[in-house]
T-cell receptor, first 118, second 111 residues
Framework: EAGVTQFPSHSVIEKGQTVTLRCDPISGHDNLYWYRRVMGKEIKFLLHFVKESKQDESGMPNNRFLAERTGGTYSTLKVQPAELEDSGVYFC????????????????FGQGTRLTVV | AQRVTQPEKLLSVFKGAPVELKCNYSYSGSPELFWYVQYSRQRLQLLLRHVSRESIKGFTADLNKGETSFHLKKPFAQEEDSAMYYCALSGRNTGFQKLVFGTGTRLLVSP
């Protein structure tokens, strides 16, 4: 079974440019998450989709970041315009949904996209 | 606020030595605690979670609510244990599906 796939694996762009990251979750996983690790800091939550709906976007840094998940399959995260502080590794993860009061299922992570803004 | 603290950035031990990776958390209520591991050139993967109370690859972790800790332990380290280890929590206060991570500890096991 294919795991969570992210594209590209690396991206180097100039400040002010636009970059779009893509995540393909594990087939059948309704939950999709974006996280980011800035150099030397912790991995931070950005947002959570349940199918095509944004369940929680409290971690999105500002309105330069736009995430979509049309059709509830793959997701894109666009940064426009990119700033130097956006550099980091962007992780995508997906998980199944369990019924009833069972809070958390295992999140499977992609290999990450390393974004460098120069 | 919910927070996970991993005080050590790097832990270096010799093969066969015991290992303890420290994790302390701040959370109001009952969180779920996890350890994730990232081996070189591999993706982040779940190592173990406190609700499972299992041992994975010889690692164990016990949730100590009094000390708000979830330290990861292994009695005899192996070279293949060298990796980046992240402690994380989730719970009602964070939105169950959201993980709050620590900054990670790099474990280096030398021969």
């Amino acid at each position: 079974e294919a795991g969570v796939t992210q594209f590209p694996s690396h991206s180097v762009i100039e400040k002010g440019q636009t970059v779009t990251l893509r995540c393909d979750p594990i087939s059948g996983h309704d939950n999709l998450y974006w996280y980011r690790r800035v150099m030397g800091k912790e991995i931070k939550f950005l947002l959570h989709f349940v199918k095509e709906s944004k369940q929680d976007e409290s971690g999105m840094p500002n309105n330069r970041f736009l995430a979509e998940r049309t059709g509830g399959t793959y997701s894109t995260l666009k940064v426009q315009p990119a700033e130097l502080e956006d550099s980091g590794v962007y992780f995508c993860a997906s998980s199944q949904t369990r019924g009833g009061y069972v809070p958390n299922t295992e999140a499977f992570f992609g290999q990450g996209t390393r974004l460098t803004v120069v | 606020a919910q927070r996970v603290t991993q005080p050590e950035k790097l832990l270096s031990v010799f093969k066969g030595a015991p290992v303890e990776l420290k994790c302390n958390y701040s959370y109001s209520g009952s969180p779920e605690l996890f350890w994730y591991v990232q081996y070189s050139r591999q993706r982040l993967q779940l190592l173990l979670r406190h609700v499972s109370r299992e041992s994975i690859k010889g690692f164990t972790a016990d949730l100590n609510k009094g000390e708000t800790s979830f330290h990861l332990k292994k009695p005899f380290a192996q070279e293949e244990d060298s990796a980046m280890y992240y402690c994380a929590l989730s719970g009602r206060n964070t939105g169950f599906q959201k993980l709050v991570f620590g900054t990670g500890t790099r474990l280096l096991v030398s021969p």
